[in-house]
């Protein structure tokens, strides 16, 4: 985690970029999700390690799982949670991000998730509140919290990460989920393909910085027989402006996780397993078949979301004086 002095002279622990965790840290939060993954099992889903404390969620782009997984992670851990969304306030009467922003901390806030559509978004905001702060999706840029929990889940199926290889298909241009699963699955010693249409792969990404050792593809049948794990990107269509691909049909044939490419994958490897962030579109990026198989952890993602994000607020919050 990233610790930054605040306007307001302290330091802050902030979780802004998947680069700001090393090793250790990546372990430490998901030891911690693992404990807090038997709350989930309990009748009373309370820990008071948060009391007293006050976690907002800004969200700013949509979202179903990250907001509401936040929000239930800080209630579970006891915090009192407030969820601000960019429709529902006052950037819609033309606030500014930063106004919005210094008003919500004036209140006296611990810790602000935010989701934002502008890349270093998240960034920014650390740089004008006293708060904790977390990044839960910056445009195009990035979402930590996504790559912990799509580590945790990996990791519960097929048990270290390290040397196994795990394939992210799909629209590698528009997502913020792909490379900060580059950059934590590399630090847990994955292998790691990133497989994409050429019109889908940003430029210069051979030479991302904060990450190295990884390789890319424009054939995904030829990757899939050794993956360990395949992990399906959406097609942003609402980050698109122009043709990115020529139909939806030709985008399927030549990236989609099908029927037969299931068939190809367990065949290869019965032990294989199918992430996707969600929210999918079915039949364009992953068949139901797929969506739905034995090998398929698109639930046990949702369901980790909870226990990651506990644990981060605890590894942020806990702990520290206010
Ligand atoms: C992702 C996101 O919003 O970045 N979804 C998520 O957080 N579960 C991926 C996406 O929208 O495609």
């Known amino acids: 985690m990233s610790t930054v002095a605040t306007a307001g002279g302290r330091t802050r622990r902030h979780l802004l970029s998947s680069a700001d965790l090393d090793r250790a840290q990546v372990r430490a939060i998901l030891d911690t999700a693992g404990e807090m993954q038997g709350i989930q099992q309990r ?6 390690v948060l009391r007293g404390r006050t976690v907002v969620n800004l969200f700013f782009e949509d979202s179903t799982r990250t ?3 936040f929000e239930i992670a800080g209630k579970w851990l006891s915090a009192d949670v407030v969820n601000i969304s960019g429709n529902g306030s006052s ?3 033309g606030e500014s991000l930063r106004d919005t922003v210094l008003t919500v901390a004036a209140m006296g806030v611990d810790a602000l998730v935010v989701r934002h559509s502008a890349s270093g978004a998240a960034h920014q905001v650390s740089q004008w509140v006293d708060a904790h702060v977390v990044n ?8 930590p919290t996504q790559a912990l ?15 196994r290889h795990v394939v992210i298909v799909g629209d590698l241009t528009h997502s913020r989920v792909a490379r900060s699963n580059l950059i934590t699955l590399r630090t847990l010693g994955a292998r790691v393909t990133l497989v994409a249409p050429p019109t889908l792969m940003p430029s210069g990404i051979a030479t991302w910085s904060q990450v190295d050792g990884f390789e890319l593809s424009h054939d995904l049948d030829a990757v899939l027989p050794t993956a360990d794990a395949v992990m399906m990107l959406r097609v942003q269509r609402e980050r698109m402006s122009g043709g990115f691909f020529p139909t939806a049909r030709e985008y399927t044939v030549g990236f989609g996780l099908t029927r037969p490419r299931l068939q190809a994958l367990v065949t290869a490897n019965p032990d294989a397993v199918i992430c996707h962030p969600g929210p999918m579109n079915r039949g364009l990026e992953i068949a139901a078949d797929a969506a739905d198989a034995a090998q398929s952890l698109v639930l046990d993602q949702v369901s980790a979301g909870v226990a990651v994000r506990m644990s981060v607020l605890y590894h942020l919050l806990a702990g520290e004086e206010s």
Request: no cysteine; net charge neutral.
């Open 67 to 69: 907001r509401s997984s």
């Open 149 to 163: 929990l799509d580590a945790y889940s990996m990791e519960r199926r097929l048990g270290s990460l390290e040397g």
């Open 91 to 93: 950037t819609s009467k």
């Open 43 to 48: 009748e009373v889903k309370k820990l008071p």
């Open 136 to 143: 839960a999706g910056d445009g195009t840029h990035e979402h």
